[in-house]
């Protein structure tokens, strides 16, 4: 046999099994002829490799020829060479019919054996050519794996290294399953890959630095997983990444001054980590930056300024951090396509500006737990897109009677949904244009706050309103009946107030309609009410959380209907006027703490 013919056989071998050859080794099978053979025998061949990755090829080889020797169908050979069927010898080379399955690349093999039984793999068998099987792309041309798309499919098990040997992957997608262990540094070996969604799993260890190898990076999603360790430098060299997500793990340190290279990037996600230090004054230079969230972490000092610059961010998010500083009375001109705004928990003071009425497409404005005050700005009306509005904790308002002025032009946001102004210095009465408000209103906080006046019996037209909370401000007169109308109240928070009169019976009516939102909380306690409890107050099956009638002057007796308060779990009705015992029907109480 020539030289040529060896090569030739070679070259058929590995371009059969391309898969199990990576092309970063070049003239990786080499081959030599020896044209002197053993006495005794008119040739003899000899393969020698060094390498492990060549193993499966062997197995496979071994396989087919022992199934190929058994059918006798050497048997010719045999006896040309005088040879019976128990002699033992090593044919140099032997054919496969070319409509036997392809070879599985090993890696694959290895990704399912660190997986725990899950039927997607009920496909991954040798009755079908792998491209075949759920879960694997390959290309059209080659048919090399090009993709994993194993999405939510309760994978239990580790991510095996061997997938570095895919070296065509472009995308790898296992988000929203269990794999655990770490990521494998042998990632970095695919500089093809484009996508890399490993979040929402249970993910260890630190990220690998030689993820910055791939640089063909576009979207890396490693969030909600339980990665430690400090954010690579490395990942700054990743000019073509554009949606970096890294977000409810437990990731150390700083974030990265060299976050300001990645000149492609559009969303960067950091919240819910342990990061500390300030934010990166380079990441202003991020112009397609449209998305940014470092939120619930432990940065401190101010904003760069040159964040407020980019104008083309849609959501802005950094609360529950220690920054300080205040907001640019331009920003609103400065970020006009701002949809939301997220500063809320963290030590921001002076004036909410004026300017933000600019920004039309806002649908969030979250200030709640900072240090601003002055007058909430009465022009935000103009976010008719606005659906959540908090400015609850600060210190706005001045105690003075048109503190609450800036609700009447709130009435032109039709999509509002949420309005917190609890805990602020808020004076003044509740003006009756709060019954214009969105009919899509189901929260409205004002309490702890100096509101006092009568409730606006306009709260009526807010029929979805769940959550009405106006505890412990300067509110007098009777609690009004129109209370009953809203049928969808799912908290009711009145105490802390100076409201007189009985209980009024209809808001018991709250919970006679409606069979999927029902009051589950009525605060009534530290008032000047009296008279009785009526009985239908008692008889709100649905109170789950509380019942507070404490500190009135209320009279009469506990009603026996007490006992269908089967699922409360505190009752207070100390410090009124009872008479009488305590009714033997709150046994049935027995979700009581």
Known sequence: MSNKEVEEQIINVQNKNFTYFVEWIPSNVKSSVCDIPPKGLKMESTFI????????????????????????ALLRCSKATNLDDNTSYQPVVF????????????????FKHQIANNPIFNSWNTSLHFCQWKGVECGHRHHRVIGFNLTDQNMFGTISPHIGNLSFLRFIKLQDNHFHGEIPQQIGYL????ILNLRNNTLGGPIPVNLSRCFNFKAVYLGRNHLVGTIPVELGSLKKLSHLDLDYNNLTGFVPTSFGNLSSLTKNSLVENNIKGTIPSELGQLTNLVFISVGENNLTGTIPSSLFNISIITEFWTPSNQLTGTLPASIGLTLPNLQAFGFGNNSFHREIPGSFPNASQLQILDF???????????????????????????????????????????????????????????????????????????WLSLGHNHISGIIPIAIESLANLYNLQLEFNLLSGPIPNSLGKLLNLQVLLLRGNKLHGQIPSSIGNIMLIGNCKKLNQLELSQNNLIGPI????????????????????????????????????????????????????????????
């Open 534 to 593: 009526p009985d239908i107050v008692v008889s709100i099956f649905s109170l789950s959380i509380s019942l507070n009638l404490s500190r009135n002057s209320l009279t009469g007796s506990l009603p026996v209907e007490v006992g269908r308060l089967k699922n409360i779990n505190a009752l207070d009705v100390s410090n009124n006027k009872f008479i009488g015992s305590i009714p033997k029907t709150i046994a049935a109480c027995l979700s009581l703490e």
């Open 191 to 194: 500089y093809r890959l484009r």
């Open 368 to 442: 709640g737990a900072n240090m601003l005050t002055g007058q909430v700005p009465d022009n935000l009306g103009s976010l008719q897109n606005l659906q959540w509005f908090s400015i609850a904790n600060n210190l706005l308002g001045t105690n003075a009677i048109d503190n609450l002025s800036f609700i009447t032009s709130l009435s032109n946001c039709t999509n509002l949904q949420s309005l917190e102004l609890d805990n602020n210095n808020f004076g003044g009465e509740i003006p009756n244009s709060i019954g214009n408000l969105s009919v899509q209103l189901n």
């Open 95 to 110: 054919e496969v019919n070319s409509s036997t399955t392809p070879a599985v690349p090993l890696a694959l093999l290895e």
């Open 49 to 72: 490799e060094n390498s492990t990755s060549f193993q499966e090829i062997f197995r496979r080889v071994s396989k087919r020829f022992t199934a190929v020797f058994r059918r006798k």
